[in-house]
């Protein structure tokens, strides 16, 4: 079984495509940004960070696609080979906003062996 990141509420699921079991949530992104938050590419410890910082922006954003943006923004700032997001000004300036507030945990970036 894979081991995915709920990209929703930060929990741990089995399954890119199965639903997350406390939130319910099939995956709010596309399939390939789920697959790129699962085990075939991260290990469980980097994953398990990634939900702190997901719970995080959260706990300062009530839109969970908003929400999904903030963290893809985050990600891109950390991971060297991750294409930029295509953001209008303003919406650029509020997820930065939101992201400024997060107190976020130093993630450790390691890939998976698989
Ligand atoms: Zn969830």
């Known amino acids: 079984m894979t081991a995915a990141l709920c990209l929703n509420c930060g929990e741990m ?37 990634l939900g702190i910082v997901i719970k995080e922006i959260n706990t300062h954003c009530d839109d969970p696609m908003k929400c999904l943006l903030v963290f893809l923004h985050y990600i891109s700032q950390k991971v060297p080979d991750c294409p930029p997001l295509d953001l209008e ?8 906003s939101i992201l400024a507030k997060c107190k976020l ?3 450790v970036f390691e890939e998976s062996e698989r």
């Open 13 to 49: 699921k089995f399954g890119v495509l199965l639903p997350c079991p406390k939130c319910k949530t099939t995956g709010i992104a596309p399939m390939e940004i789920g697959i790129a938050f699962s085990d075939h590419h991260y290990t469980n410890d980097t994953l398990r960070q």
């Open 89 to 96: 000004v303003e919406e650029a300036q509020e997820i930065k």
């Open 105 to 107: 945990p130093n993630v």
